[in-house]
């Protein structure tokens, strides 16, 4: 009988510590989740903040601080575009912007998704579907096609893409705790891609 009862003790101190441990995994589990989410929306108000700060210094052309600023030194940037000759997807790494359209017809920064449109037949559905500055997180990202170390690949993935409507388009990627413009797209407005792609 003692047995018994030492046996069912036993059993009943070993549950209470299983489902303790148990309940103290889901406590460190959801403590880490909201950790995560709090450094998340901390980059994310900082990238607003950071294009906030870019858009009077694009309208303003001045590179010299979008250079100093805005680019990693470590990093560089790329442009890719259409190689007019051989029409394939051409990569140029840069150290800094040489030349930028300064044009910016609104300063709001909106979060819709955009599409620009290559209609040759009728001209007045060419171009972006809506006027503006967007900052689209969910974007068919270029980075796949480009011939670099994967590392680099990784950063570019994790950018936030940020269209003028005015054929601007830049990658923002968090680099060293900030964020820096990391690739100029000239690729989404060249609508000859579309007949390159069908080859």
């Known amino acids: 009988m003692k047995n018994i009862i030492f046996l069912m003790l036993i059993t009943i101190l070993f549950s209470s510590c299983v489902r303790n441990s148990e309940q103290l995994k889901i406590e460190e589990n959801k403590a880490k989740v909201l950790k995560d989410k709090e450094i998340e929306d901390k980059k994310y108000n900082e990238l607003i903040n950071r294009v906030n700060n870019l858009l009077p210094l694009i309208q303003s052309s001045n590179l010299t601080l979008i250079n100093d600023s805005y680019i990693n030194k470590n990093f560089g940037l790329y442009e890719i575009f ?88 830049l990658y923002l990627s968090y680099i060293e705790n900030s964020w820096y413009i990391t690739l100029i797209d000239k690729v989404t407005t060249d609508c000859s891609i579309k007949d390159i792609e069908k080859k």
């Open 82 to 169: 259409v190689d007019d000759e051989n029409e394939n997807i051409t990569l140029k790494y840069e150290i800094k912007i040489e030349e930028i359209d300064d044009y910016i017809a609104s300063n709001i920064i909106l979060f819709d998704e955009i599409k620009f449109n290559c209609d040759s037949e009728n001209d007045s559905l060419y171009g972006w579907e809506k006027d503006g500055v967007f900052l689209v997180k969910n974007f068919e990202n270029l980075s796949d096609k480009l011939s670099i170390a994967e590392d680099r690949k990784n950063i570019l993935k994790n950018s936030y893409k940020l269209i003028i409507t005015n054929n601007i388009v």
